[in-house]
């Protein structure tokens, strides 16, 4: 069974780092376009980054260009997003999604067929 679970959320201060972790069972990672989104309260599920399959190209939300980084770890199967300076406006529920298509509008959730639970990333002071 095709499984995704998200790890590494906490509560932080404005500035610190955290590295979400996104760890696949039941397929091979590199073969899937893997997205991570977040979603706020009251808000809607938005695209923060994604690698590709087996190319890992990457791309990411303007809102966390040059403090987020996506990598991925193939011999644990498993993708990171590092987040550095972290802002009060991160603050969210972090998912990653898998979908087994290249996709150029990666940060639409709808093109994804596979989600995790979620983590919480809480950025305040």
């Known amino acids: 069974q095709l499984q995704l679970v998200e790890s590494g959320g906490g509560l932080v201060q404005p500035g610190e780092s955290l590295r979400l972790s996104c760890a696949a069972s039941?397929?091979?990672?590199?073969?899937?376009?893997i997205g991570w989104f977040r979603q706020a309260p009251g808000n809607e599920r938005e695209g923060v980054s994604y690698?590709?399959?087996?190319?890992?190209?990457?791309n990411y939300a303007d809102s966390v260009k040059g403090r987020f980084t996506i990598f991925r770890d193939k011999s644990k199967n498993t993708v990171y997003l590092q987040m550095i300076s972290l802002k009060p406006e991160d603050t969210a529920v972090y998912y990653c999604?898998?979908?087994?298509?290249?996709?150029?509008?990666?940060?639409?959730?709808?093109?994804?067929?596979?989600w995790g639970q979620g983590t919480h990333v809480t950025v305040s002071s």
């Open positions: 999604a898998a979908s087994p298509l290249f996709l150029t509008t990666w940060y639409n959730p709808g093109h994804y067929d596979y």
């Open positions: 039941g397929f091979t990672l590199d073969a899937y376009t």
């Open positions: 690698i590709s399959g087996r190319g890992g190209r990457t």
